[in-house]
């Protein structure tokens, strides 16, 4: 068993920076895919990052791309997802996720999950 728990959300103004945490415990992450999904208030709950088990494979949503950086520290058991540019749309509750396989878009595919952060994101 994993488990993920994510930290660093909160209220920014838009064009504002949060940077999210995702720390694992009970098992080692460093061979497993990361993602980053979010789920806005009566909405579905969609993609917005993942990253490959050794760092080196990246892929983001359009809505994340180019402001968004997904990365980790296998050292440290942790995932993080650097947001820049922040707008109101932005505005969610943030998850992490875990799988022991390949980097998927999909959250079906995922098979832990963490409790997940909220971030609002003012106009």
């Known amino acids: 068993q994993v488990q993920l728990v994510e930290s660093g959300g909160g209220l920014v103004q838009a064009g504002g920076s949060l940077r999210l945490s995702c720390a694992a415990s009970?098992?080692?992450?460093?061979?497993?895919?990361m993602g980053w999904f979010r789920q806005a208030a009566g909405k579905e709950r969609e993609f917005v990052a993942t990253?490959?088990?050794?760092?080196?494979?990246?892929y983001y949503a359009d809505s994340a791309k180019g402001r968004f950086t997904i990365s980790r520290d296998n050292a440290k058991n942790t995932v993080y997802l650097q947001m820049n540019s922040l707008k109101p749309e932005d505005t969610a509750v943030y998850y992490c996720a875990a799988r022991w396989s390949i980097r998927s878009l999909a959250a079906h595919e995922y098979d832990y999950w963490g409790q997940g952060t909220q971030v609002t994101v003012s106009s």
């Open positions: 990253i490959s088990w050794g760092g080196g494979s990246t």
């Open positions: 009970g098992r080692t992450i460093s061979n497993a895919a």
